[in-house]
Nanobody, 124 residues
Framework: QVLLTESGGGLVQAGGSLKLSCAASGRTFSSYAMAWFRQTPGKGREFVAGISAGDVERIYAPALEGRFSISRDSTKNTLYLQMNSLEPEDTAVYYC?????????????????WGQGTQVTVAS
């Protein structure tokens, strides 16, 4: 089992950047595929980006690739999401998620472990 805690959300102006962090407990973080999702009121969780165990492969939601970048530092048990050129439409609660598998998946149901979320608000 892994416990996940996000941080780094906040209020930013359109065009700005934010870097989210997700701290993971446990000694096997590098063995987990990890992902970022986001959710707005009344909608399901939307896949943002994923990274395989061992940081071999990264996948992105096509509409976000180029502006968002996922990374991990297994020495710090931390997952990151760098978000650039933010738009008001990026406003959401952002969640990190983990699964004890090699590959990241785009389906939220594939992840048994979730953080509590961090709010990102982009002002126009």
């Amino acid at each position: 089992q892994v416990l996940l805690t996000e941080s780094g959300g906040g209020l930013v102006q359109a065009g700005g950047s934010l870097k989210l962090s997700c701290a993971a407990s446990g000694r096997t973080f590098s063995s987990y595929a990890m992902a970022w999702f986001r959710q707005t009121p009344g909608k399901g969780r939307e896949f943002v980006a994923g990274i395989s165990a061992g940081d071999v492969e990264r996948i992105y939601a096509p509409a976000l690739e180029g502006r968002f970048s996922i990374s991990r530092d297994s020495t710090k048990n931390t997952l990151y999401l760098q978000m650039n050129s933010l738009e008001p439409e990026d406003t959401a609660v952002y969640y990190c998620a983990g699964r004890y598998r090699y590959a990241a998946e785009m389906e939220a149901a594939s992840y048994p472990y979730w953080g509590q979320g961090t709010q990102v608000t982009v002002a126009s």
